[in-house]
């Protein structure tokens, strides 16, 4: 058996893998448990890690230290590439307010921190971490450390993970807890806040719909769709006409008869002004009449078109075809020629067969082609990410200069790409599933490193009573900031309750409590506020992480 006595004690490299494989299944099993409909997720990988290390199961700490800094830098680049498109358009649904809100808990977290700094003493590393961990932001953690290494100069560190660790579990509790108080005391009815919030995000009047409409009006007969289309207000698709009973597809060059049926594509608010200037409702639906025409879903895979408006293609009058619809990210909207397409979008194109076939071509269509995995844009984005953390930039006043680090360089760095990578080639598309694969190896590899670095100290600090403390000051970290914001945000500005459990969840970069928040509200709402903010925070986060530990120091 001495084979297995080497496997367990000796720190080689199967060594090294075997314990992380344990410590990531014990944790991501036991984070699964619920204990009053709560339970911690993968955040368990830490403490998994930590009483490996206690009872004696440890790795080299240089491999320890490279796994830990690899899977930051997953974890906060696939957040990126995920939230990238919707940060950017986010600011033109409100969500600079938002962002705004956010980096208002923020700022009172940190004055927080700084206030117990100088009123209990405690040493300024060891609160960031605390700090850290109140707030749920394990790249903070990272960010803090990397700092704390390059101020030594290669000398030994605090062991910030230690108060991380303590504050955590209650940094989650406390979101929810505050999420709940509000509930409770705000009297706050949730299905009524859900049919306010479908009412301002989601007005019917916006959504895509199809009406069958006679020409009847003089001032459209005998005009070709082109030629009308400036004289009404209103962005819409003609599919369809069926002229003396033949059904045929519309061009732009199509000219409307008298009695021509002609089938429209629009937002449902306008078309009552569309059926104004161009006839009346028809009771023949053709939407149900095909002859030869056919509707198909495509899928935009051709990474030639990626970036282009849909009006540059010039699809509909190479091919004779009608774009009506397209669908990205769960959203319906109508075909614009201003909409630039992006890779895994679908739009609905109305067409003959052989002329849907040529489209084809031109878009791609492959279901194949969306499931491979883009590595090269990947890696490249990884490579710029670490110059860009690299790069020291000087704050006046501050001794020494900040760097974004392997976790804001990254996070930029994809939120850039996954926007305008389509400009030098560069797509950098994922299926959610290969996102969340590389976001969860990521993050667990992070944290059961954090686990195994700081598990011999955590017992005893806790049981010599540090930990005690520590966890109080973590309470208050956690809690009093999102009550003023929380409470602000309601009360004076009169945000959605289904926003705010959004915002608090990503005030604090916590999925979990994001999972508990949609549970209560069985809605996107939460999840649309908490990417909104998502990126912001996590920049803001590791800043304020690195920028107290060089402010007082």
Not at 17 to 40: C, E, M, P, T
Not at 357 to 370: A, Y
Not at 398 to 407: E, H, R, S
Not at 496 to 516: I, K, Q, R, W
Request: aromatic share 8%.
């Amino acid at each position: 058996m001495e084979w297995l006595s080497d496997l367990l004690l000796k720190q080689n490299v199967a060594h090294t893998i075997l314990i992380y494989s344990a410590v990531i299944s014990l944790g991501v099993f036991l984070g699964k448990i619920r204990i009053s409909g709560i339970s911690l997720g993968i955040a368990f990988v830490l403490f998994a890690g930590i009483a490996a290390s206690h009872f004696g199961f440890t790795a080299n700490l240089e491999v320890v230290d490279f796994i830990k800094d690899f899977g930051l830098i997953l974890f906060v680049f696939s957040i990126g590439l995920q939230v990238g498109p919707g940060f950017f358009s986010s600011f033109k649904r409100g969500g600079l307010t938002l962002n705004l809100l956010a980096l208002g808990t923020v700022f009172l977290g940190g004055l927080t921190v700084v206030i117990i700094h100088f009123a209990t003493g405690m040493s300024m590393p060891m609160l960031v971490g605390v700090m850290s961990g109140a707030v749920t932001n394990t790249p903070g953690l990272g960010a803090a450390q990397q700092t704390l290494a390059q101020i030594s100069g290669g000398g030994e560190i605090p062991p910030i993970g230690l108060g991380y660790a303590v504050a955590y579990p209650f940094g989650v509790l406390g979101i929810i807890l505050t999420m709940l108080m509000m509930r409770k005391f705000l009297k706050i009815n949730v299905n009524e806040e859900l049919r306010l919030y479908d009412k301002v995000q989601h007005p019917e009047e916006q959504l895509p719909e199809r009406v069958s409409i006679q020409v009847t009006n003089r001032k459209v007969i005998g005009e070709t769709i082109r030629e009308i289309m400036p004289t009404i207000n209103h962005s819409f698709v003609i599919s369809r006409i069926l002229h003396k009973g033949d059904l045929i597809p519309a061009g732009s060059d199509s000219v409307l008869y008298e009695n021509d049926i002609v089938l429209v594509v629009a937002q449902k608010g306008a078309i009552p002004a569309i059926i104004a200037q161009i006839g009346m409702v028809s009771n023949m639906d053709l939407s149900v009449k095909s002859g030869k025409l056919i509707s198909r879903r495509l899928l935009v895979t051709n990474r030639e078109i990626f970036g282009k408006r849909l009006g540059s293609l010039n699809l509909r009058a190479k091919y004779n075809i009608n774009i009506t619809r397209l669908y990205r990210s769960g959203i319906e909207l109508v075909a614009s020629p201003e909409l630039r397409l992006q890779m895994g979008d679908k739009l609905t194109v109305v067409g003959d067969e052989g002329s849907i076939d040529k489209v084809i071509k031109e878009i791609g269509n492959s279901i194949k082609r969306l499931d491979e995995p883009n590595i090269i844009p990947i890696f490249i984005g990884i490579l710029l990410g670490v110059l860009l953390g690299s790069i020291p930039f000087r704050i006046p006043g501050v001794a020494n200069p900040i760097k974004l680090g392997l976790a804001g360089g990254p996070l930029i760095v994809a939120l850039l790409l996954s926007k305008y990578g389509y400009k030098f080639q560069l797509v950098s598309y994922t299926t959610p599933s290969a996102n969340l694969m590389l976001r969860e190896i990521g993050i667990v590899l992070f944290l059961a490193s954090v686990g195994l670095a700081s598990g011999e100290k955590f017992i005893p600090t806790l049981l010599s009573g540090d930990g005690f403390i520590w966890m109080g000051y973590g309470a208050i970290i956690t809690i009093l900031p999102l009550l003023i914001i929380g409470l602000f945000s309601r009360l004076v500005l009169k945000r959605n309750y289904l926003e705010v459990c959004g915002l608090l969840a990503g005030s604090m970069t916590d999925p979990p409590a994001l999972a508990y928040a949609g549970s209560i509200a069985q809605s996107e709402a939460p999840a649309v506020a908490y990417a909104t903010i998502y990126p912001l925070v996590m920049f803001l986060r590791i800043f304020v992480a690195q920028l107290l530990i060089l402010l007082f120091i």
